[in-house]
């Protein structure tokens, strides 16, 4: 029996490889009510993004939006990173670094998703392709007004 491949589902594919979240307006970032002494909170220093499909579920449902910590660009062992996609978009995923030119994207949700690997163009550094380490998510429990609650999360 062939095993069936494990990749995005359709109405997931993206227009950039491992591409799966947007970014938010910078205004946004002054709505946040977050602790200024758990972040030295600059927002210079941060960007927001909300995560677009569920190839971060558990750990980041769709719809959620995230914190990107500019400053930090050292992939770190099950840290979530940004990096920069197509069209100002980003991918969040896990990243692991193979040698000095390719690194993996690694999905939470591996039932639905594979991992993919990216290689730096000539020239190209990391820290290039590294926008930022995610260190905070926001929960959106209910869609607009009269709507349903997303996921499994109920308001």
Known sequence: ??????????????????????????????LLLLPRDAFGFDAENYAGAEIQDDSMEPLLPEGCFV????????PRRNGLYALHGAD???????????????????????????AELWELATGETMEDKIIGRVVWCALRLKNNAGEEPLGRYRA
């Open 88 to 114: 100002g978009q980003c991918a969040v995923k896990h990243v692991e670094v193979i040698d000095a030119r390719r690194m993996a994207l690694i999905p939470a949700n591996r039932a639905a998703f594979r």
């Open 1 to 30: 029996m062939a095993r069936e491949k494990v990749g995005p589902r359709p109405g997931h594919v993206r227009s950039g490889a491992g591409v799966n979240a947007r970014f938010v307006d910078a205004e946004a970032l002054d």
């Open 67 to 74: 914190l990107i910590d500019l400053s930090d660009k050292t």
